[in-house]
Structure formats: C-alpha cells, structure tokens
C-alpha cells in the first residue's frame, strides 16, 4: 500500500488566520446628546456638572467610541472633557462609533505583528472562519505582508486564490 503524502503540509504554505487578531473586549457608546440642554445645547455648567457626576465606572475595561449623534455643535474641549474621564477606565477610548473602535482595534492588532517571521514565505490568508473578519482587515494584512512575503494567497492551503507574487 501506497503511502499518502500531504501536498499541503510540504508545499511551505503558512496560515494566517485573522480571527486571532479580532479585537477583544465588549466595545459601547458615549454619546454626547445625551448632555445636551433639549438634545441641541451643550450648557458648560451642567454639561461639566454631568460629567463630574456621571458613573465612569461603568466604563471600565470596555473599548468606548465618543460620539455626538444629535445635529448641535459641540466645542471641542466637551470632547477633550469626555476623554479625560474616559481614558483612566477603559481599555481604549476613542472619537468614533462602535465600527470605528472596532476597525481602529483591529488595526491596531494587525499592526503589532512580527513581519520579519514571513519574510520569503508564502502566506495563505485564511478565507473561512466563525467571526465576520471585515474588508479593513484582509486590506490591511495585505498591505503589511506584501513588501516582506514571496506570496499572498487568500482561501484554505488545499484551495487558494492567488493575490500577489514577488517577482523574481
């Protein structure tokens, strides 16, 4: 009997899988309306009276995106005020909405990779998973991985579509 060979396991194929990067931690909203004098209005003395009150807490260790959903102008030191009872509890905070945090978070996560480990190899971006791995990540893999690697493929090792070759 014939010994079976795994193609896959000797072709020098490397996987990686995007879902190790998916961000961690429940991501919420801040939303500045919520403060404003009939959801228009910032009034400084109760909108600073409301942030010296409010339970910050309750933002501990979660990823928060600061936003203004109501059509007012907002002076930039809210913002600034919003943020500095933010950042000593969450686990990052930022101006943005919760697809912002989560894109900037997965950016982030992409961008602590150790490049130099795929020099001269051939990459397989992995195509199928249980989490929604978003476009910004497959681009962003892509656009770090393509100066160091000899080749991009996207899909499982056994069934790959091409996506870039170094050429010779």
């Not at 907002?74 to 509890?89: D, K, Q």
């Not at 990052?92 to 795929?118: K, M, Q, V």
Request: glycine content about 6%.
């Amino acid at each position: 009997m014939e010994e079976i060979i795994n193609k896959v396991a000797q072709s020098g194929l490397e996987t990686i899988d995007l879902e190790q990067f998916y961000p961690k931690g429940e991501i919420v909203v801040f939303d500045m309306k919520d403060y404003l004098f009939m959801g228009l209005i910032l009034k400084e003395k109760d909108f600073r009276a409301a942030m010296q009150s409010h339970d910050w807490e309750q933002y501990r260790g979660k990823n928060v995106g600061l936003v203004c959903s109501a059509d007012a102008v907002i002076p930039l030191w809210a913002y600034m005020l919003v943020m500095t009872n933010l950042e000593p509890v969450a686990a990052y905070a930022a101006f943005g909405d919760a697809e912002f945090i989560h894109n900037t978070l997965y950016l982030r996560n992409l961008g602590e990779i150790d490049l130099s480990a795929f020099a001269d190899k051939r990459i397989v971006i992995k195509g199928c998973g249980d989490k929604r791995v978003g476009e910004i990540a497959y681009a962003e893999i892509t656009r770090l991985l393509r100066p160091v690697v000899k080749s991009i493929m996207y899909g499982e090792p056994c069934s790959t579509v091409p996506v870039y070759k170094k050429k010779s």
